[in-house]
C-alpha cells in the first residue's frame, strides 16, 4: 500500500551556482510520493539547473539531496549511477535518435542497463509503448511522426526501465492546446497506474492546475524560493507579487480557437 506521506526525496539548503554566479541558494523541498511537484518561476531563475542537479548532472555549491536518507553528492558515482536507475528523465530536448525507430529508442535503455534476452525487451518495449498509446508507431522513425507523438516517445523511454521518479522539463512546449492536454492525461495515468512520482518544469499553467498537486516557487531576483505549495493554492491564495504576476498572466484557459487549432498526436 502506498504511504502518501513518504518523503522519496528531501532538498536541503541546496546552492546552485555557475562560477561565482549563485543561481538559486536556501532551496528546500520534500518529495513525497505519489505526487506531482511542480518547479515553477519566471525564465531563467533556475528551474531546469534544479531538476539537472538533482538528476546528477550538476554538483550543488552547498547543500544536500537526500535520497532515501542517502546524501545523493556525497555517494562515490557508481552509488549515484545506482540510485539514478530509479529515475525516468524526458528533457526539454528530450529528442529521439533520429537514426533509430521509436521501438529502438525505447529499446536502448533496457539493452544498456539489463540482461533481459531480445525477445523480453521487444515485449517490454511493446508494452511502454502501448502505455503511451504508441505501439502502432513502433517501427517508425522519429520524422515520420508529430512533436506529439515524439513527446510520448520520449515518455515510453523514460519508463522503460520501470523508474520511481520521473523528471520531465517543459514536456509540453511547442505542443499545442489540445496535445498538450492529451500529455497532462498521460502524465496523470503514469502517476495513478505505475505509481511514479514526478517532477515537473513547466511555464503551462493551465497544465499544471489540471496535474501538480504540491510545488515550489523560485525566485530570479533575490536567487531563492519564495513560496511553496501546489499551483491551485498559490494562484488562489499567494499574494505575493511575484507570484500573482506568474500565475495571473499565464493562468489563461485555451480558448475555443486554440482547442480547435487539432493536430495530430
Ligand atoms: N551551463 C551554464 N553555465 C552558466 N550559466 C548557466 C548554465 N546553464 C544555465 N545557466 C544560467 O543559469 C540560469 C538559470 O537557468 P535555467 O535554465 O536553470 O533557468 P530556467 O528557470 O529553467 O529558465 P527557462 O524557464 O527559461 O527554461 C540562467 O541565468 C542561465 O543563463
Redesign the pocket.
Known amino acids: 500500500m502506498m504511504s502518501a506521506q513518504e518523503t522519496l526525496i528531501s532538498v536541503r539548503n541546496l546552492q546552485l551556482s ?2 561565482p ?1 549563485i ?1 538559486q541558494q536556501e532551496v528546500s523541498f520534500d518529495l513525497k510520493r505519489g505526487s506531482i511537484f511542480a518547479v515553477m ?10 531538476l539537472r542537479s538533482i538528476v546528477g548532472l550538476l554538483r550543488p555549491t552547498a547543500g544536500q539531496i537526500m535520497v532515501g536518507g542517502e546524501d545523493y553528492w556525497a555517494q562515490p558515482d557508481d552509488r549515484r549511477t545506482a540510485i539514478n536507475r530509479r529515475y525516468g528523465v524526458l528533457f ?1 530536448g528530450g529528442a529521439l535518435w533520429s537514426s533509430m525507430t521509436v521501438g529502438e529508442n525505447v529499446a536502448l535503455p533496457l539493452e544498456m542497463f539489463t540482461s533481459l534476452t531480445p525477445d523480453e525487451i521487444t515485449e517490454l518495449v511493446r508494452l511502454k509503448l502501448g502505455l503511451v498509446g504508441m505501439e502502432h508507431a513502433i517501427d517508425l522513425f522519429p520524422y515520420e511522426i508529430s512533436g506529439g507523438m515524439c513527446k510520448r516517445a520520449g515518455l515510453a523511454r523514460a519508463i522503460a526501465l520501470e523508474p520511481d521518479i520521473l523528471f520531465f522539463d ?1 514536456p509540453s512546449a511547442g505542443l499545442d492546446p489540445i496535445t498538450s492536454a492529451r500529455l497532462d492525461d498521460l502524465i496523470l495515468s503514469l502517476r495513478d497506474g505505475l505509481g511514479a512520482t514526478i517532477v515537473i ?1 513547466s ?1 503551462e499553467l493551465p497544465s499544471l492546475l489540471t496535474i501538480a498537486d504540491d510545488g515550489i516557487f ?1 525566485d ?1 531576483k533575490t536567487h531563492r524560493p519564495i513560496t511553496h505549495g501546489s499551483p491551485r493554492a498559490l494562484l488562489d491564495n499567494c499574494t505575493i507579487p511575484e507570484v500573482t504576476a506568474f500565475m495571473h498572466r499565464s493562468a489563461t484557459i485555451p480558448s475555443q480557437t486554440e482547442q480547435k487549432a487539432e493536430q495530430h498526436v
Request: with cysteine.
Open positions: 555557475f562560477g554566479k543561481i518561476g519566471g525564465s531563467g531563475c533556475g528551474k531546469s539547473t534544479l526539454q517543459e518544469v511555464h523560485l530570479a
